[in-house]
């Protein structure tokens, strides 16, 4: 492929539904998703095609990739990751070759395909130079793809910035998941879920609220490897300390 392996990731996720931090209502849609894909056969029998064009927005570090990993392994497929902002770029031509050419391999190996900052395309098109209508191409060809998905292949498109996403592009989706900070309830949840491995001495965690799960997680385990340390070194110094003594 033209895309490096740097850039367009395949993971087995490991990740199960029950480790996911959702809101009622998106893991209501995640419920039903999921069991549409299980019972996919039957419901195309009816004429019936399952929903398997997904649009994650919202804030930052809330789990819009996380949940795109736990459907991947829900569904026991793979997972193919492309950060668009990593290769949209000046050469327009060859960033819609290499998008056709990752629908083309998720189509192939019956993957999941996860799309990130899916906004890069509806930002360029807000530039008034000659960009503009190799970036209406490359939008034409995106909802092309789109469209050209068979029913057993599922696709997801993330971004941090809904409304730069060109109008067509979000037509496409059948479910759009919004993505919003945690409430304080749901943030002690995750808190004790983070911690509940770790011996009670370590467990000391100034909680902060009105972040992300993704701060949550980085200042909970940063603080829970300070305290260990802190633990370490001072068993150190008590050791030191008696060693001089022993030799006085």
Not at 11 to 18: G, M
Request: hydrophobic fraction near 40%.
């Amino acid at each position: 492929m033209a895309i490096s392996d740097n850039i367009l990731k395949v993971e087995i996720p490991d990740i199960r539904l029950d480790d996911l931090h959702l809101s009622k209502e998106n893991k209501s849609a995640l419920d039903q998703l999921l069991k549409e894909f299980k019972h996919i056969d039957i419901l195309s029998k009816y004429g019936l095609a399952v929903d398997n064009k997904i649009f994650l927005f919202g804030h930052t570090g809330c789990g819009k990739t996380t949940t795109a990993k736990v459907i991947a392994k829900e569904l026991n497929k793979k997972l193919i990751i492309l950060n668009l902002g990593n290769i949209v770029s000046s050469k327009l031509g060859e960033t819609s070759k290499n998008i056709s050419e990752v629908f083309h391999k998720a189509i192939r190996e019956d993957a999941v395909l996860f799309l990130d900052e899916f906004d890069s395309i509806g930002k360029l098109r807000d530039h008034d130079d000659k960009d503009s209508a190799e970036m209406k191409r490359l939008v034409n060809t995106v909802i092309q793809l789109i469209d050209g998905l068979p029913n057993n292949v599922l696709f997801i498109a993330a971004t941090n910035h809904s409304k730069v996403i060109d109008t067509a592009l979000l037509r496409r989706f059948q479910l759009k998941l919004e993505f919003v900070l945690p409430t304080e309830i749901q943030l002690d949840d995750y808190y004790d879920s983070l911690l509940i491995s770790f011996p009670k001495e370590f467990k000391k965690v100034s909680r902060k609220y009105g972040i992300s799960y993704a701060e949550a997680k980085d200042l909970t385990f940063r603080s829970v490897k300070n305290a260990i340390i802190e633990t370490l070194e001072k068993e150190k110094s008590s050791q030191d300390e008696l060693m001089v003594q022993g030799l006085k």
